[in-house]
């Protein structure tokens, strides 16, 4: 069965480095997403790609976070420098673009459990 | 604009038993769908249910059925014969079909007791 891809599964780091995900969507998949959750709290939009174009990040904290999905297939997230509040797990989902709102299919990875000490 | 609200934090249900967990939903487009995912406290975030704004009829997958009111708003999540490993976080989600947007709610804890 197809899944989304995400690497790494946990990552510790020292704040004011710098930190990076991986993602890979579900072959097809048009559109995808990259969600912050804090512990205890829903999942935060932070940017929605739809091929490789960027169509909101309007919660991206842009002075510290960038996303890019240069051929229109994987995703990487980056923070730099990361601070102790973004301590959280990073999800990324993919759906197969206007039909997964339709469909209903949608799926997300395992998420990158961040730690910034 | 799209809103979720889940307005139950926790919910205790003893095993066998059927459970609702509330969904209210504020959306601008006539177009949209809803979700349910649970996510256990290893992380992942599983998709239990869809539902699409133009059906007319309530989803059903298994065990948890989506309670559809549209004219309310309303996207309940209905688990019968709750299971132990039933206990997790609970998210109902929107969709927007024109963007493709997707938003959560905040949540309910479930637990399922013996």
């Known amino acids: 069965e197809a899944e989304v891809a995400q690497s790494p599964r946990y990552k510790i780091t020292e704040k004011s480095q710098a930190v990076a995900f991986w993602c890979d969507p579900i072959?097809?998949?048009?559109?995808l997403y990259w969600y912050r959750q804090i512990l205890g709290q829903g999942p935060e939009l932070l940017v929605q790609?739809?091929?490789?174009?960027?169509?909101?990040d309007s919660q991206l904290p842009k002075d510290r976070f960038s996303a890019e999905r240069l051929k229109g297939v994987d995703s990487t997230l980056k923070i730099q420098p990361a601070e102790l509040g973004d301590s959280a797990m990073y999800l990324c989902?993919?759906?197969?673009?206007?039909?997964?709102?339709?469909?209903?299919?949608?799926?997300f990875g395992e998420g990158s459990r961040l730690t910034v000490l | 604009a799209q809103k979720i609200t889940q307005t139950q934090p926790g919910m205790f249900v003893q095993e066998k038993e059927a459970v609702t967990l509330d969904c209210t939903y504020d959306?601008?487009?006539?177009?949209?769908?809803l979700f349910w995912y649970k996510q256990p406290s290893s992380g992942e975030m599983i998709f239990l249910i869809y539902?699409?704004?133009?059906?007319?009829q309530n989803a059903t997958e298994g065990r948890y059925s989506l309670n559809f009111q549209k004219a309310r708003k309303s996207a309940n999540l209905v688990i019968s014969a709750s299971q132990l490993g039933d206990s997790a976080m609970y998210f109902c989600?929107?969709?927007?079909?024109?963007?493709?947007?997707?938003?959560f709610g905040t949540g309910t804890r479930l637990q399922v007791f013996p």
């Open positions: 959306t601008s487009d006539q177009s949209y769908g």
């Open positions: 989600a929107i969709i927007s079909y024109n963007t493709d947007k997707l938003i």
């Open positions: 790609f739809q091929d490789e174009s960027v169509v909101d």
């Open positions: 989902a993919s759906s197969p673009g206007l039909a997964g709102g339709l469909t209903g299919e949608l799926f």
């Open positions: 072959s097809g998949h048009a559109t």
């Open positions: 539902q699409g704004s133009y059906d007319e």
